[in-house]
Structures are given as structure tokens and as C-alpha cells.
């Protein structure tokens, strides 16, 4: 990953970000999303799974 760096149970938690508004991000760069977790209510395993639930009237 280029410009990111990687973070391990070993870094200190002072090493392990920086503010927003001390970064050194720029207006118009891309962002990627590397990962994501979720909890949903009653038995959908996705998002798409939970919006099928509230749509059929299930939650």
C-alpha cells in the first residue's frame, strides 16, 4: 500500500494515526475503504441481507 503505514499490535498507539487535520492528505485524493465490519439485527449475515429484512416487514 503506497503512502500507508502499516500498523501491527506492536506499534505504539502514538505511532498509530494522525489526526486529520495534521495529516498530510490532500483535497482530491482517493480514499480506499480496506475493510469493513458489521453487526446486523436478527438473522442477516449482510447489508444487503438486513435492507432485505426491513423491506419484507421482518424487523
Known amino acids: ?3 500507508i503505514p502499516a500498523i501491527s499490535i506492536d506499534t ?3 505511532e498509530q494515526g494522525v489526526p486529520a487535520e495534521h495529516g498530510d492528505a490532500r483535497a482530491g485524493q482517493g ?12 438473522a442477516a449475515t449482510s ?3 438486513l435492507w432485505q429484512m426491513l423491506v419484507g416487514g421482518e424487523l
Not at 480514499?31 to 436478527?42: E, P, Q, S, T, Y
Request: positive net charge; hydrophobic residues 40%.
Open 1 to 3: 500500500m503506497r503512502g
Open 47 to 49: 447489508p444487503n441481507g
Open 12 to 14: 505504539p498507539k502514538s
Open 31 to 42: 480514499v480506499a475503504i480496506v475493510g469493513m465490519d458489521c453487526r446486523f439485527a436478527g
